[in-house]
């Protein structure tokens, strides 16, 4: 068992993963202070919801990462800053919100890549 969770949810380098997770955070408590500004109440499902995207949100990104590293290639695109912050905002919105769904492929990944890995470790070790 701890050899699947250390290659899952410790499958992203440390620095990414703070990093990511910074994010998340911050969309989570961005969302809580607009509702405690507001009239509204944050109930304890909402609270969770939101605490567990923050902490899904690093695999979710990681997995989208991946897929428009693969898409894209190495090509460079130039295009107007305000655009693309706009479009990044976007896609962490995106990633963020539906970390719950897309996290689970990332976590997938990130488990198959490690055990593979440590296969081709212990074949040549």
Not at 31 to 51: E, T
Not at 68 to 86: Q, R, S, T
Not at 119 to 124: A, K, T
């Amino acid at each position: 068992m701890r050899d699947f969770i250390a290659m899952t949810f410790g499958g992203l380098s440390l620095r990414y993963f703070l990093r990511q997770l910074f994010f998340g955070t911050g969309m989570s408590a961005l969302i809580v202070f607009m509702v405690v500004q507001g009239d509204a109440q944050l109930r304890m499902d909402q609270l969770v919801l939101l605490m567990v995207n923050a902490l899904l949100y690093p695999y979710s990104r990681f997995v989208y990462e991946q897929v428009i590293g693969f898409l894209m290639g190495d090509n460079v695109f130039f295009v107007n800053a305000v655009m693309m912050l706009v479009v990044k905002m976007f896609t962490m919105t995106l990633c963020w919100g539906f970390a719950i769904f897309i996290a689970p492929l990332g976590l997938a990944y990130l488990y198959f890549y490690h055990r593979r890995a440590q296969r081709q470790e212990n074949l040549e070790g």
